[in-house]
């Protein structure tokens, strides 16, 4: 057993339906109790240190540890390929990432690119993710050993796309390649580890109806997989979608029709869904993936996070990255964005409610949050240590924070709290992350401060 001693930040409900000062549990001199992988015990310093007396305690003093990131959409394939120059999805793809995904038919490239990327979602304290590979089996392998060699929590499986004329040929997979191999990938990763599997059709525009109704096949096989995927992400790409399902309703029923929506089935963007797709989306308890930092970069729109978020229609919501369509790996950054955002729809998105989309809010919508998502007793030990005044910008700024000198000590350092916190949530990339803890494991240690 181990302790871990600092000021710690982690909610118990959601800002966006519970007042905040309820929500957020903030202990500004915490102990977390790690006994192996998992939280056995958590509270504050002065009462649990006395039952655990020979802890050896490791003390962050002056920090913020908050639980790991949480990522429900990004491309591992796409590392190479993040900031490509100019071009809105459907050309983006043809262009760039078509290309560059090819080159995973190389099993040494696939696990190369993986170990790459695990090690920079670290540095930026994402500690899961939901993740798409290429058609490419080997990919797929690769990247579940480079996840099991560090105990780490990801959601990942066979992208299918074979609809012709859509990617090179030799790109494309069959229906029935796609079936046969997603389920020797499941049986062969899904719940081994920390691994989890999700059946990943790209998009509706990629598949052909025979491959979704495959998809669909391998949900009713193994129902307690995953299903990720995009949705209404480019007006073009959607147009395309109604002219090649002509029989469908709309984007979301395509997915529908195959038997797919429902629990623990994922739509990265759902930017351009009417109100009724919205209320759908609320009664089948599925999720959807707001990429702000990615709707931005390629031109797709504004995702609707007030409706999303809404009480007539609540829908789960986790914070995607999806880089390389999004121009970075890091959860601040696309915190940054997602606050824009909102600020172009007259809204406001306060540092709680970004983080909490960030954390617990992004377990949640993985259906995760038995296992992830706060420093409650029991979940796996997946946290990050941040410093909110880390460069000269913040720091500064940390310095100039309005607090009402008449509040009480905790009133104020409550405010205190939120005024750095969301410093770090508008300026902060990986710069404020200086350690990741994965399965109770200290797995990133930055090495040395940058000031910017
Ligand atoms: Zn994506």
Redesign the pocket.
Same mark, same amino acid.
């Given at each position: 057993m181990k302790g871990i001693r600092g000021t710690f930040l982690d909610f118990l409900a959601d800002p966006y339906y519970t007042d905040e000062t309820e929500a957020i549990r903030y202990l500004r001199d915490g102990l977390l109790v790690i006994d192996g992988e998992k939280i056995k015990d958590f509270g504050p310093w002065e009462q649990l240190s006395q039952r655990y007396p020979d802890l050896e305690v490791t003390t962050y003093k002056d920090r913020l540890i908050l639980p790991g990131l949480i990522d429900t959409?990004?491309?591992y394939p796409q590392t190479e390929m993040v900031a490509a120059y100019g071009e809105q999805l459907l050309e983006w793809l043809e262009k760039y990432i078509f290309p560059t995904e090819l080159q995973f038919r190389d099993k040494l490239h696939a696990r190369k690119i993986a170990d790459v990327f695990l090690d920079l979602l670290l540095a930026n304290g994402t500690t899961t993710a939901q993740v798409?590979t290429t058609t490419f089996a080997q990919s797929v392998d690769a990247f579940f050993e480079a996840c099991t060699e560090r105990n780490i929590c990801m959601i990942a499986g066979l992208t299918g796309m074979d609809r012709p004329g859509l990617a090179p040929e030799e790109y494309l997979d069959t229906a029935e390649t796609f079936y046969v191999n997603s389920k020797d990938l499941i049986e062969r990763w899904h719940n081994k580890g920390r691994n989890k599997y999700a059946i990943s059709p790209r998009f509706a525009l990629g598949s052909t109806q025979e491959q979704l109704d495959c998809c669909g096949k391998l949900k009713g096989e193994y129902p307690d997989t995953w299903v990720n995927t /995009?949705m209404s992400e480019n007006r073009k790409e959607i147009a395309q979608v109604a002219e090649v399902f002509p029989d469908a309703k709309d984007y979301l029923n395509v997915y529908e029709r195959a038997g797919i929506v429902g629990p623990k089935f994922t739509a990265? /963007?759902s930017i351009h869904l009417d109100n009724d797709c919205w209320h759908r989306m609320a009664q089948s308890d599925a999720s959807v993936s707001f990429?702000p930092a990615?709707n931005l970069f390629l031109g797709s729109g504004l995702f609707l996070i007030e409706k999303a978020k809404s009480v007539e229609t609540p829908v789960r919501t986790g914070l995607?990255t999806?880089m390389g369509?999004g121009d970075t790996f890091s959860i601040f950054r696309v915190l940054n964005s997602a606050y824009k955002v909102s600020a172009l729809q007259n809204q406001k998105m306060g540092v709680f409610k970004g983080l909490y989309l960030a954390t617990l809010g992004g377990a949640k919508s993985l259906h995760l949050d038995h296992e992830i998502g706060s420093f409650d007793p029991g979940k796996f030990a997946d946290f990050i240590v941040t410093n909110p005044k880390v460069t000269s910008v913040l720091a500064m700024r940390a310095a100039r924070a309005a607090i009402d000198p008449g509040s009480s000590e905790e009133e104020q350092a409550r405010e205190r709290l939120a005024h750095e916190a969301f410093g770090m949530m508008i300026l902060g990339d990986e710069r404020p992350v200086e350690a990741t803890y994965i399965s109770g494991q200290l797995l990133y240690k930055k090495t040395s401060n940058l000031i910017g």
């Open positions: 959409h990004i491309h798409f /995009h990265g /963007h990429c990615s995607g999806d369509a």
